[in-house]
């Protein structure tokens, strides 16, 4: 029964992260949450102990969910900036994509949340530098790779890694062309790969 009420709880989460990453937190009312996950208001607030609560765990859902996708993607290259390099370009299809919003559900929170939500603006703010400080580790093992000048701060690539990813897809949410967003992404992995030229 227990593995059972596991994905029951999981198939929630899915769902409520799904709405939220569409919507937003303010924009998306009870009765949106009730129709989601066909679940009465007590059975949700016994699971989850409030729409802010609920809000909480579909964002980390969303983080270790990305986070799984980026180092399944990485374990296939030897070497981190190629991987890194094709995630990016991998991303210029985000238009052809079926997604709720083509922005990082965790940027449109953190830009939606006022200091009025103060703990929900934290927790996107911490998984947002936790998935920074996973690309500061790509970064190391680049160098410890030889690939990848010891003389740059991988901090500092890392957090531009990051702001770069960020503006493509905001980019993407714009009406732009699929091929606007395709080559900004091969400028971006170009840019990238250019780093291992070392001499």
């Known amino acids: 029964m227990a593995r059972t009420s596991n994905h029951n709880r999981q198939d929630s989460l899915e769902k409520a992260l799904q709405l939220f990453w569409r919507k937003g937190f303010h ?6 949450i009730e129709k989601a996950l066909d679940m009465r208001p007590g059975s949700i607030y016994a ?9 909480q765990e579909a964002l980390e859902r969303y983080a270790q969910q990305s986070l799984q996708q980026l180092k399944h993607h990485l374990a296939s290259f030897d070497s981190p900036l190629s991987g890194l390099a094709t995630f990016i370009r991998e991303l ?12 990082c559900m965790l940027v449109k929170s953190l830009l939606e949340l006022s200091y009025q939500d103060q ?7 911490n998984l947002l530098a936790s998935m ?9 093992a680049a160098q410890e790779a030889g690939e990848l000048d010891t003389t ?20 993407a949410e714009r009406d732009v062309e699929n091929e606007a967003v395709k080559t900004l992404a091969e400028d ?12």
């Open 119 to 125: 703990g929900s603006r934290q927790k996107a703010d």
């Open 27 to 32: 924009a998306t009312s009870l009765k949106d």
């Open 92 to 103: 210029g299809s985000l238009k052809d994509q079926a997604l709720p919003s083509r922005a």
């Open 152 to 171: 740059l701060d991988p901090i500092r690539l890392g957090r531009r890694l990051q702001a770069e990813i960020m503006g493509l897809r905001a980019f």
């Open 47 to 55: 699971a989850f102990g409030s729409k802010e609560g609920l809000f």
């Open 188 to 199: 971006m992995a170009l840019s990238l790969e250019a780093l291992g030229k070392v001499s």
């Open 132 to 140: 920074e400080a996973f690309f500061t580790t790509c970064f190391i």
